[in-house]
């Protein structure tokens, strides 16, 4: 288990899922979450490679931040197949202040423990995300 600055760990199965998406593409998508009883992050939910773009977004509560890692394929102009994968620190207005600090001050810990993101979002609503972010980010 390693420590982040806030004080919050990092459970060892986060970094096993995120190897898992990165090395083998076993998932699409994993939202992690913080244990604030616990102090540790850990997995909440985990995407198979046929879920869609959708499924992910669903996945996220309205009202409660989450910290996520989305394996996003597209097609570049010269018409290669690529992927990137992409942090999401989802942050709603609706959430408690709390929370809210609590995942800002453990973001860049946890972040470094997922060794091979390629690009980071912030996000405070559902359009901070959307796939023509993705996309214009991706390149």
């Not at 879920?51 to 989450?66: G, N, T, V, W």
């Not at 010269?78 to 609706?94: G, L, Y």
């Not at 470094?112 to 359009?127: F, H, K, N, W, Y």
Request: proline fraction near 3%.
């Amino acid at each position: 288990m390693a420590n982040a600055a806030s004080g919050m760990a990092v459970h060892d199965d986060c970094k096993l899922k995120f190897l898992e998406l990165k090395a083998k593409r076993t998932h699409r998508f994993i939202v992690f979450k913080i244990e604030e009883k616990q102090k540790q992050v850990i997995v909440e939910k985990v995407g198979e490679p046929s879920q869609s773009y959708e499924d992910f977004a669903a996945s996220l509560p309205a009202d409660e931040c989450r910290y996520a890692v989305y394996d996003f394929d597209f097609v570049t102009e010269e018409n290669c197949q690529k992927s990137r994968i992409f942090f999401i620190a989802w942050s709603p207005d609706t959430s408690r202040v709390r929370s809210k600090m609590i995942y800002a001050s453990s973001k860049d810990r946890f972040k470094r423990e997922l060794d091979g993101i390629q690009v980071e979002l912030q996000a405070t609503d559902p359009t901070e995300m959307g796939l023509d972010v993705f996309k214009s980010r991706a390149n």
